[in-house]
């Protein structure tokens, strides 16, 4: 009783301050009003700053500035107003104007270059905008429209990579269009995808990445994978010419108002919008380019032994047959603009590009049009509308027998004959695996409805509804009368439609309030609904009479398939902000309900509490610009799957075609989210009138009731293990960030930053399941012939659960090693038991971004980046080499191309385990140099700032892998898997582009 | 005005914290797999899927048990197969594991069927044909687990058996199937427990108990483990010329073999080398499998994916027979059956043996071609104890004779997760030759 009435008072209190705050709020605007403009340019150079926030201090007006520095703010109000200029990259500038009625009051800024940006407005996780200063998590921000001024980014993925420290964003696969790694502070879940959400203008979308298909109802009949393993990545849609900024949340601490699917952390994409008073702008990107890898394929010594087959014809090399240019060429058109009360941004893009191994390429078109109408002094209507058709000649690759790439590398030199010139064995040649088409067709529509109403200046409300819709068409042909391995010479056609639909609606109230004498703040308060649904059917028509019929229908069998996942997620939330000065303390919960809780579970609730404290400059060392400390407490969670809790048994067909059943998930009535607790530390320091800004992040966070599929015994009948909420995983890392701007004169400009993370990844519990067990340790660099070589130094004790291992990273690699040469059995001494060879993700990744500006016509961005700490599963080096296919076996091979010691030795030991190479390395990933023709050139022809730009992407990587490239990951962004597979490493790319603006 | 907007918006939020807690809102339904009460609708599909269950994995067990014994040798990639053809497998590391898995589920889920068709069927229950297919796929289940391994839970989650106590549960069952078929009046599936429960009584050493089962299966019954285009045989996938060609014929073999087959032929009879043996046989078209250097000796039994591999049948019955005549010293007797059965593949019969390590011979010589890839060999080698002097015939250095398994041990997943098991490797079976 007492509990309960101390709540009523709390309850009462709040209430109360609610409606004190909207009593003390300020009156209606006056009707009295005039313009401001001006042009906001860079102190040192001059060159006009686009997309600067200017803004009217104590109102919401604002405006954006155009690509020449300018913009209007047009009705206001009269009087002595404050302008606020602030902009990514340049210190916050403030100017007073006096606006007369009806007149037009001019505001120039000249903004000083600053590495720290305490006055950037960001809005994900905030529950509103709110100035950086103000927040008490690590929240990172990309201005796109920066980066794709200097440099010609054509896809999603490549603008997150090495730009922001904790967030690994890299290239695994090298087909174009590919699924990519994305993953945020480690991996938080054993069993749950790791990467993040990701919302486009406040609407949730798919953004996964990876092979569907294999799994549909029918199994192996229905199709496969339908190139490999890699699959398409959703995130590749985008076209990055329509994206103003990024944001990215990395976890709990700042995700707590993203409920429960948010603990892998959230990326918000902002698309461009149109600026008030604005004349329509063009602007023109085109860019040709082309994919090419380095030949650096394991196979040189096929050409530079000139290594035969049976009827002397020379084997082919890959790194001289496979490796060929390929195309890339993008056109981009946008227009932005407006009047009074409604802005528009409109672009439209074609981009093709062809990978370096072919078949593979991707012909993608985006058309996106933003509209913003102001209905009155308090109603904004905001529409966003994108639609794109991705359609990706996908390349047979990874763990495909069917593979170009497959079929060039393991073949054994020593068996080429013209049919098949990589030599024989894998029985699919060259044109045949050439034949095979694979397409994904897709059309997508990403779309929102946005009011913003302020009820009163201090007192905003903003609903958004939005659909991301795809649909995904997938066919594969194998030509009749072509010979494939499992099918034949009679032809196959897999077909596959994925509809994925994922509608959100979501409401924001927002009160601002200053309670004079006590303390200022903000009160938000909203609500979200998520419906993700998703249907995919397959059909799979094998042996065809002829060619000339591929329809599924005209093969004699034919098969089906169809699966459907539904997941509905309901969550409110309430959130404090007190300003007390220099510091600022924020105190949030969510509640959420979801489908994929277990009946029995209700609802799950999230806490948050964040600070923020701005140490006042006055008692700074005048080295100091502002220093800010922070802290963050928040949870966030990840729901099961869709249907994990539910007790099923799977149809199958057996026995002469009849209808059977098999006992499939036990399920779980009892399951939770997964919950992840994060505490996070950290400070933003700015010295040096800001030019050298330091950013850096201590966070522990601490996934429990991690779900874990406890295995049953086979002997209890069913296949899926049994989800339980049981484990805990450790991610604990140091996020670094520093940023400098070491030289700043007219002449020449020479930003810089290092971006650094070390990350910890634990499983601390694997629940009451987990057995006692003990890993072996052998001694490294044992002499050959010892007879003490496999008999472990020491056994390390630990719980484990099936490949799960407490005290040790979630991904691991454990494996029987060689350890020593028995010169009597002439073979390798491979150990008894399995020992721990390393963990399968980097723990430390830098990347070092420069941008050099020379004059006011050469920019040159340059970036390295690197990642430390994993190892590979070179199954290919194994795989290579017992196929008498790789270098490091044909190298030993004696004049008469025949085995030697040596080769018989690498061969025996390859066939005993997967070799442990490091993942090490140091990559040269972006070099970009732009020139600005000069506007008396450019103006002749009606032009306004255009530039042309060289770029080469991916260019060349010091490694230790023994591999074509230590990221290579046949699976892409797969959230477990490792394996290189066999997948086709990234290519470099070379590019050459034009922007211009007219 | 003031209050009435806060009332609305205040309203409005009690409403999205409401709709949370709505359940219908949160309730979604998995339309691709059945529930438990779905099931009681679908007993035939229960009792399909119990026998469907065995049958699925015999392809896999077959293609193992060959490696295994001296029928198969690894010619590609896998490590499953590298290890099991090399005898390098230990407890833990046994790619059989996944088949016992399944053996072991079927036969939960065959317990789980029989608790549910008394439940539906009430007293039809123990004379109905789905509850005979489901002992059948019981005791199934039992034997091949108890011919393959070396120890299991006799029953779901409970302690490690023998394989010896396994196959005398399986005749157990054998018999309970019997009954039910009879009274059901199935009589393929009283024929197949029939054949079953002799082979279980041969691998238990009951001799003369196993030959009177088999003899009461007729001539030309058959039973097999069926595929169908979904589930597909495994042996052709990976193993078969015109497939992924993942092992072969083992290189003893080769020499029974034309070198100019240039496709689908079959291999010449042990002892009349001019004759073929209709009984096996091969595909050899002089190319290379998998691995890019071994020549790719192919069975041919199975041709294609729906390929059905027999499980018991009457040839099988006559060479019980016939071993049991060996084994009361009736050579005549045993060589009159081995001929018969010859001669129905148009073979010339063969000579008296001399000797029983004669007759030795021959019954493994044909229980080899009659059972050709239906995983017998193996087994044959284990129990006539002679799997060490054949792999020092074979004399490969990769494939040492001493220290090589000759069963497999019991699923590494069943002994982790049961609580019944220990987990400790010097309690755990793998027998291997001396």
Not at chain 1, 275 to 285: E, G, I, K, M, V
Request: glycine share 10%.
């Amino acid at each position: 009783m007492y509990r309960l009435q101390v709540r009523k008072t709390s309850w009462a209190g709040a209430l109360g301050a609610l409606g004190l705050a909207v009593a003390l709020s300020p009156l209606a605007l006056s009707a009295q009003t005039g313009n401001v403009t001006g042009r906001v340019v860079a102190a040192t150079t001059g060159q006009p700053v686009n997309g600067a926030q200017v803004s009217i201090e104590g109102t919401s007006q604002g405006s954006l500035t155009n690509s020449n520095g300018r913009y209007v703010i047009t009705r206001v109000p009269t009087g002595t107003v404050t302008v606020q200029v602030v902009s990514v990259g340049y210190a916050t500038q403030t100017m007073e104007v006096t606006v007369a009625s009806g007149q037009t009051a001019v505001a120039d800024f000249e903004l000083q270059v600053s590495a720290v940006a305490l006055d950037e407005i960001v809005v994900t996780g905030t529950a509103g905008a709110v100035e950086r200063r103000k927040i008490g998590v690590s929240l990172a921000s990309v201005d796109v429209s920066d980066i794709t001024e200097a440099q010609p980014i054509t896809g999603f993925g490549q603008i997150l990579e090495g730009r922001v420290p904790g967030l690994r964003s890299i290239g695994t696969v090298g087909g174009v269009g590919t699924t990519r790694e994305l993953r945020i502070r480690g991996t938080d879940s054993f069993s749950l995808g790791q990467r993040p959400i990701v919302y486009i203008d406040g609407v949730r979308v798919d953004g996964s990445g990876g092979e569907w298909g294999g799994g549909v109802n029918g199994g192996s009949t229905t199709c496969c994978a339908f190139s490999g393993g890699a699959g398409e990545d959703r995130l590749s849609d985008l076209n990055p010419d329509e994206i103003d900024r990024v944001e990215v949340i990395k976890g709990p601490a700042a995700a707590t108002l993203y409920g429960s699917e948010a603990s892998g952390g959230v990326i918000q994409i902002f698309t461009k919008r149109g600026r008030n008073n604005s004349p329509a702008s063009f602007s023109l990107t085109s860019t040709l380019g082309i994919n090419r890898h380095r030949e650096n394929f394991p196979t040189h010594e096929r050409s530079r032994r000139q290594i035969t087959g049976p009827d002397g014809f020379v084997a082919w090399d890959p790194n001289e047959t496979l490796i060929e240019n390929g195309l890339i060429n993008s056109y981009d058109l946008t227009v932005d603009g407006g009047g009074e009360n409604i802005t528009y941004f409109v672009s439209g893009g074609f981009a093709y590009e062809e990978g370096s191994v072919k078949p593979n390429d991707q012909k993608r078109g985006n058309l996106r049009v933003n509209l913003n109408w102001t209905v009155g002094d308090n109603l904004t209507v905001g529409v966003t509308s994108g639609y794109v058709r991705n359609r990706i000649y996908s390349l047979q690759s990874g763990n495909n027998w069917l593979g170009i790439y497959t079929n060039a590398l393991l073949s054994n030199p020593r068996n080429a004959t013209e049919e098949e010139p990589y030599g024989g064995g894998l029985d699919v040649n060259v044109e045949d695996s050439q034949a095979i088409e694979t397409f994904s067709d897709t059309d997508r529509w990403t779309g929102a409805v946005t009011l913003n109403y302020n009820m009163r200046p201090n007192f905003t409300h903003k609903a958004t509804v939005g659909l991301d819709a795809v649909n995904d068409q997938k066919t594969r042909i194998l030509p009749f009368g072509r010979y494939y391995t499992y099918i034949g010479t009679n032809g196959e056609r897999n077909i596959g439609y994925r509809n994925t639909r994922k509608f959100t609606a979501d409401y924001l109230g927002n009160l601002d309030y200053d309670l004079d004498g006590l303390f200022g703040g903000s009160f938000a308060f909203g609500g979200q609904a998520y419906w993700d649904a998703t249907s995919t059917s397959m059909a799979t028509g094998k042996d065809y009479a002829g060619s000339g019929v591929t329809t599924v229908g005209g093969a004699a069998r034919t098969f089906g398939g169809e699966e459907f996942f539904e997941e509905v997620n309901v969550g409110a939330f309430a959130q404090n902000r007190f300003d007390l000065g220099d510091l600022f303390v924020t105190l949030a919960v969510r509640v959420d309900g979801n489908s994929a809780f277990g009946e029995n579970y209700g609802a799950q609730w999230y806490p948050k509490a964040d600070m923020a404290y701005n140490v006042p400059v006055d008692i700074l060392p005048s080295m100091f610009s502002n220093v800010k400390f922070r802290a963050a407490y928040g949870q966030a969670g990840k729901a099961p799957g869709a249907f994990d809790q539910f007790r099923t048994y799977s149809p199958n067909t057996v026995l002469d075609d009849e209808a059977g059943v098999a006992p499939l998930n036990p399920g779980n009535a009892d399951l939770e989210p997964e919950n992840k607790t994060e505490i996070e530390a950290g400070f933003d320091i700015g010295m040096f009138n800001g030019r050298i800004g330091i950013e850096a992040t201590f966070y522990d966070a601490r996934t429990t009731n991690a779900l874990l599929g406890i295995a049953l015994p086979p002997s209890e009948g069913f296949s899926s293990a049994q989800l339980r909420n049981v484990g805990e995983i450790l991610n604990r890392g140091v996020e670094l960030s520093v940023n400098a701007s070491p030289i700043n004169t007219a002449g020449f400009r020479w930003n810089t930053g290092v971006n650094y993370e070390w990350t910890k990844n634990e499983i601390l519990d694997l629940g009451e399941t987990a057995q006692l067990d003990s890993l072996p340790v052998y001694a490294d660099g044992i002499k050959t012939d010892d007879a003490n070589a496999n008999t472990p130094i020491r056994w390390e004790k630990h719980y484990r659960l099936g490949g799960l291992r407490e005290g040790y990273p979630v991904g691991t690699f454990v494996s029987r090693r060689i350890v020593g040469w028995d010169s009597a059995e002439q073979e390798h001494v491979r150990t008894t038991y399995s020992s721990y060879l390393g963990k399968l993700f980097p723990d430390h990744l830098a990347s070092w971004n420069n941008d050099f500006q020379l004059g006011q016509s050469l920019r040159m961005n340059v970036q390295f980046r690197g990642e430390w700490g994993a190892v590979m599963a070179n199954s290919d080096r194994s795989y290579g080499v017992r196929q008498y296919a790789y270098d490091e076996y044909n190298k030993h091979l004696d004049d008469n191309l025949d085995p030697t010691p040596a080769a018989d030795s690498v061969l025996n030991y390859m066939r005993l385990v997967t070799p442990a190479d490091s993942r090490d390395h140091v990559r040269l990933q972006e070099v970009a140099l732009t020139y600005t023709l000069p506007e008396s050139l450019t103006s002749r022809i009606g032009l306004q700032r255009s530039s042309i730009t060289l770029a080469g992407y991916n260019l060349y990587w010091w490694d230790d892998c023994n591999c074509p490239d230590p990221n290579q990951q046949y699976q892409g962004g797969a959230s477990f898997s490792t394996s290189p597979f066999l997948g086709l490493p990234q290519p470099r790319r070379f590019l050459l582009s034009f922007r211009t603006r007219f | 005005m003031r209050m009435t907007r806060f009332k609305l918006l205040t309203g409005a939020l009690a409403a999205v914290v409401g709709v949370a807690a709505c359940g219908d809102l949160l309730t979604v339904q998995d339309p691709q797999r059945y529930t438990d009460e779905d099931l009681n609708s679908a007993l035939q599909a229960v009792a399909n899927g119990v026998e469907g269950a065995v049958h699925e994995v015999i392809d896999t067990w077959v293609v193992y048990q060959s490696l295994l014994g001296d029928t198969y040798q690894h010619t590609g990639t896998w490590s499953g197969y590298d290890e099991t053809d090399h005898g390098r497998f230990q407890y833990g590391t046994s790619a059989m594991d996944g088949t016992m898995n399944s053996l072991l589920r079927a036969r939960w889920f065959a317990g789980s069927a029989e608790e549910r068709l008394n439940t539906q069927l009430e007293g039809a229950a123990s004379s109905s044909p789905l509850m005979a297919q489901v002992h059948l796929g019981d005791a199934l289940a039992d034997l091949y687990i108890g011919q393959a391994y070396c120890e299991a839970p006799a029953a779901p989650g409970g302690a490690a058996v023998s394989d010896t106590e396994i196959l005398q549960q399986a005749v157990t069952k054998f018999t309970k199937a019997m009954g039910t078929a009879q009274a059901a009046g199935t009589d393929d599936y009283y024929n197949a427990a029939l054949a079953g429960r002799a082979r279980a009584k041969l691998l238990l050493g009951d001799y003369a108990g196993a030959a009177a089962d088999a003899s009461g299966v007729p001539d030309g019954f058959s039973y097999d483990a069926k595929f169908n285009n979904s589930s597909s045989n495994w042996v052709v996938l990976v193993t078969t010329a015109t497939y992924n060609k993942a092992a072969g014929l083992r290189a003893k073999w080769w020499d029974r073999v034309d070198d100019d087959a240039g496709g689908p032929t079959f291999m010449h009879d042990y002892y009349y080398p001019d004759e073929y043996d209709e009984r096996i046989p091969v595909h050899f078209e002089n190319g290379v499998a998998t691995d890019n250097i071994t020549p790719h000796y192919s069975q041919w039994k199975y041709t294609s994916e729906p390929s059905d591999i027999p499980m018991v049948h009457s040839d099988e019955m006559r060479l019980i027979e016939a071993e049991y005549a060996m084994r009361q010293g009736d050579l005549a007797g045993f060589i009159g059956i081995i001929n018969t059965l010859r001669g129905n593949v148009g073979l010339t019969a063969i000579p008296e043996p001399a000797d029983a390590a004669a007759a030795q011979d021959i019954l493994l010589n044909e229980r080899f071609a009659e059972l050709y890839m239906e995983g017998q060999r193996a087994t044959d080698l284990y129990r006539f104890g002679i799997n060490k002097q054949i792999f020092e015939e074979i004399n490969d250095p990769e494939t040492p004779a001493s220290g090589r398994p000759v069963k497999f041990p019991m699923s590494d997943t069943e002994a982790l997760n049961n609580p019944e098991i220990e987990n400790l490797l010097t309690s755990r079976c793998l027998p291997v030759t001396s």
